[in-house]
């Protein structure tokens, strides 16, 4: 019986490998609350080993009927044999026993594997779907990302709108691109870029500043170099501020002749 034991242990850690756990030995609260155990004891996962376990126990009994069953005449003779058939009678009767349990341990141990396996991928395909889940409510559906990205293109055009008003004159390459400057005497140091676009957004900040009649200058040169070198909310480049003077003194001059 000693063997059978041997083989069990054998099969378990062929199928698992030599599993150590320390942790396990550390004292936990948890496991003295009776609640905790019931809830464990009915745990599906542990009903599945119990039912394993339980199939397992019941295999091997009716394999070792089956052993004693088939060796039962030869261990009926022994008393008539003698001591001398003993140990060659009880030896066939072992070796049946542990060449059938080895197998039949084997084919546990495989039929296991095969369940833990599909165990394991239909968690992982679970545990897939919730990710899934989990960025869908996080996205949202198609009409409410539609929505949002409605509302942020919104936000962003009503502060481009509130950027405009504060500038004091439009630089223009009247194709495609526009830029919103502002200078204030006395408040700002340099001209400060509030807002600038090529095509569609060049267009709705020149709409803008001609509802609101901020002057709107065609400068080419001027409107590409702030486009590529300029960024918004910040002072104009070194190098341009010559160039952007000259449009100031120019908004100066609308001024004075109003």
Known sequence: MGLVVIVAIAAHMFQF????????????????????GIKKIFA?????????????????????YYVIRNNLADLLKT???GLRCVPLILGAVMKDLVVNTAFALIVIAGADYAFQKFQFIKQLKMSK??????????EGDPHIKSKRKH?????????????????????????????ALEYREGETPLPIVRAKGQNLIAKRIIEIAQQEGIPIMENVPLARALHEQA??????PSDLIQAVAEVLRWVAQLQNQR
Do not use: W
């Open 17 to 36: 490998g030599l599993l150590l756990a320390f942790e396990s030995l550390k004292p936990d609260l948890n496991k003295m609350n009776p609640i905790e």
């Open 44 to 64: 599906m996962k542990n009903l599945i080993e119990l039912l394993k376990s339980i199939l397992k126990i019941a295999f091997l009994t009716i394999l070792l």
């Open 79 to 81: 008393p008539a044999c």
């Open 129 to 138: 779907d919730e990710i899934k889940q989990e960025y869908k409510e996080m």
């Open 151 to 179: 509302l942020h293109q919104e936000m962003l055009s009503q502060n481009m709108t509130n950027s405009v008003k504060k500038s004091t004159v439009v630089v223009t390459d009247p194709t495609r691109i526009a830029i």
């Open 231 to 236: 960024s918004v909310d910040q002072y104009i």
